[in-house]
Every structure is written in C-alpha cells, then in structure tokens.
T-cell receptor, first 117, second 113 residues
Framework: EPEVTQTPSHQVTQMGQEVILRCVPI?????FYWYRQILGQKVEFLVS????????KSEIFDDQFSVERPDGSNFTLKIRSTKLEDSAMYFC???????????????FGDGTRLSIL | GDSVTQMEGPVTLSEEAFLTINCTYT??????LFWYVQYPGEGLQLLLK?????DKGSNKGFEATYRKETTSFHLEKGSVQVSDSAVYFC????????????FGKGTKLSVKP
C-alpha cells in the first residue's frame, strides 16, 4: 500500500538555525498537510496546501514557517529561525485525489521528531 | 471553534478486557469523525471513521458510533489484546473543502498479558 514518507526521522538543530523537514506524499494525492505534536499534547493542524499554494493555515503557522512543493514529489516544511518551542513531532499528511472531501481520511507519515537545542 | 475532547489516559487493561475510550466533540457544522491510532515509534494510522449521524465505523474489532444527540464518538472493543497497546486519537474534519483535522489529546492504552 502506498505510504507517505518523511525524512529525517529525527532532526537535532541549534536554536536560531533554519530547518527543512521533507515529505513525499502519496503520488496521486492532491492535498497536503503539516501537523505538529508537542510532547504530551494534542496533534495540531499547521497548514494545508493545494494546487501549489497554501489553502489554509493555523495561528501557529507564522512568518517563520513556509511550505513548498519544489518538484512533483516532495513537500517541505521550512522553519526559518528555530525556537526552543518548535521542538515537536511534525507529521505530514496527504488526501486522496479529486479533492479533499471531509469524509476522506488523510494518510499520515511516521513523523519527524524535531529537537531544538 | 470546533474541538474534540477525549478521556484522560493512560488506560491500563488486562488482555481480553472490554475497552471504552470516550470522545465528545463540538462543531458548528456536520463533521466527519475519525479514530486514529499511533503504535509505538510509528505514525498516525486511520482506525475507523463515520461520516454522518448514526453511522458506525468498525475495524480490527474496534467500533464507534456517531451520536449526534450526545455529540459523541466513543471507541469500544470487546476484548483487547497486548498488540492493541498504542495511543488513540479522536478527530473530526470540519467539513470544509480542505479537510483539515482537529484532534483530541490522545489516550494511551496499555494492555497487560
């Protein structure tokens, strides 16, 4: 079964540094998402992406964050200047083709654990 | 805004015990409801879903019924196994075109042999 893949599985970065988290969504999916989960807290929506632009973003997704689909397969999340509070598990997800109908389940990757020192 | 509330964990059960994890939601529209499971060291996997009132989602012996009158979507399993040990997340999709998910805090289940 096709999977969403995320790399790296664990990223350790110094505070203030830029970090890029990478995701390869399922190939025929059109809607892409990033979520994060701070340790011990709920999974929170960050941003959704469709047709090469951001569709919706949460309050968490401030100017330090950006997303990009640089080619036909990768979907990246960039944090420009990391802060300690950015330490979390980041999940990428994608939705089946033909639009993100609300009853279609999202397919998640295994996540990238980001640790800011 | 829309929200999901799950019972606090952790939940510890013996093998073959009955499981209930409570989930209630608040939504202005007509959301779809999901249970996701996260096994140790893995990502989120869809366990089951229900898209309208009175629908019952089921998978791997787990069941949940979409109850509009009580705004609930409780997860149940009649006889848990050690392999069911995981974190369970209740979630709703707000019905918007983007299908963004709103999650509960998760409930950790540990099943002892």
């Amino acid at each position: 079964e096709p999977e969403v893949t995320q790399t790296p599985s664990h990223q350790v970065t110094q505070m203030g540094q830029e970090v890029i988290l990478r995701c390869v969504p399922i190939s025929n999916h059109l809607y892409f998402y990033w979520y994060r989960q701070i340790l011990g807290q709920k999974v929170e929506f960050l941003v959704s992406f469709y047709n090469n632009e951001i569709s919706e973003k949460s309050e968490i997704f401030d100017d330090q964050f950006s997303v990009e689909r640089p080619d036909g397969s990768n979907f990246t999340l960039k944090i420009r200047s990391t802060k300690l509070e950015d330490s979390a598990m980041y999940f990428c997800a994608s939705n089946p083709a033909q639009g993100a109908y609300s009853n279609q389940p999202q397919h998640f990757g295994d996540g990238t654990r980001l640790s800011i020192l | 805004g829309d929200s999901v509330t799950q019972m606090e964990g952790p939940v510890t059960l013996s093998e073959e015990a009955f499981l209930t994890i409570n989930c209630t939601y608040t939504a202005t529209g007509y959301p779809s409801l999901f249970w996701y499971v996260q096994y140790p060291g893995e990502g989120l996997q869809l366990l089951l879903k229900a898209t309208k009132a009175d629908d019952k989602g089921s998978n791997k012996g787990f069941e949940a019924t979409y109850r509009k009158e009580t705004t609930s979507f409780h997860l149940e399993k009649g006889s848990v196994q050690v392999s069911d040990s995981a974190v369970y997340f209740c979630a709703l999709s707000d019905g918007g075109s983007q299908g963004n998910l709103i999650f509960g805090k998760g409930t950790k289940l540990s099943v002892k042999p």
